[in-house]
């Protein structure tokens, strides 16, 4: 019989609205299916999208999900900067809109590595201490540099000093970051991708197997005594694939589910 709170098992795929914290849907997964919950990146409370959402056992799965690629839509307002990179923040200084052939240059030199400076309300830590947590108490740092890779941008229209882009990007890119190197803010902002993962696929009803959380890992199988070694630890199984017996996830990478 499976221990409280490791099951049901699997992903679940969230398609959040604008206004609730990432933590307040996952909380109210756990408590809908009295299942651990975890999730595999958050998203600002301002924003929308997808969120991966995995339940029981299947949390330890985690960090092969945290590192995906993602996909955003955003509205980006070139009138203004803000303190927090979105409309959230403080105005910090108002701009005059570039011509349209300026901005698609600047979304174009946008495209590779990239080096962006992380927003203020942000999780890194600074000297020990969440960045937004020092924003909200008006502590005022410099917020370090971090390489990015972009992918792709594409700005998709321009009206009104407002520009809506296509942005495909490396895990820990931060879009609102993007919007400041460009001279603005994120007025929307909405996940749509995340690796092998649409928004378009998102069911809160509907609970993906551990087998299917992975997809983009190979498939080994394995007889029952092969299985069996693996979960006790007699036998470590190969790196960056997905171990199956009977149609179940035995491991992958060294991360052992329970049966």
Do not use: W
């Not at 600002?44 to 949390?59: C, E, K, M, N, R």
């Not at 690629?69 to 927090?84: A, F, G, P, Q, V």
């Not at 960056?240 to 992958?252: D, E, I, K, P, S």
Request: overall charge negative; proline content about 6%.
């Amino acid at each position: 019989m499976p221990a409280r709170g490791l099951s049901p098992s699997g992903l679940v795929l969230v398609d959040k609205p604008e206004g609730p914290s990432s933590f307040a849907l996952v909380r109210g997964l756990r408590d809908r299916t009295g299942a651990r919950a975890g999730h595999a990146g958050t998203l600002d409370p301002f924003a929308s999208g997808l969120l991966l959402v995995l339940l029981g056992s299947s949390t330890r799965l985690a960090r092969f999900l945290v590192g995906l690629d993602k996909r955003y839509l955003t509205e980006i307002d070139l009138h203004s900067r803000t303190s927090t990179g979105d409309r959230e923040g403080d105005e910090l200084e108002r701009l005059e809109p570039p011509p349209r052939p300026e901005l698609e240059a600047a979304v174009a030199g946008l495209e590779g590595e990239v080096e962006l400076r992380v927003p203020a309300a942000s999780a890194v830590k600074i000297e020990g201490e969440r960045a937004y947590k020092l924003h909200r108490r008006g502590v005022e740092v410099e917020m370090p540099l971090r390489r990015s890779r972009v992918d792709s941008a594409r700005l998709l229209e321009y009206e009104e000093g407002v520009a809506r882009l296509d942005l495909r990007v490396g895990s820990g890119t931060y879009v609102r970051a993007i919007a400041d190197a460009l001279g603005g803010h994120c007025r929307t902002l909405r996940r749509t991708e995340v690796g092998p993962f649409s928004v378009e696929d998102a069911d809160e009803g509907r609970i993906l197997s551990p087998l299917e959380t992975l997809p983009f890992l190979p498939l080994v199988e394995v007889d029952e005594e092969e299985a069996r070694a693996i979960r006790t630890g007699r036998r470590r199984c190969e790196d960056q694939v997905r171990v199956v017996h009977g149609g179940g996830l035995v491991a992958v990478n060294g991360t052992v589910l329970p049966e």
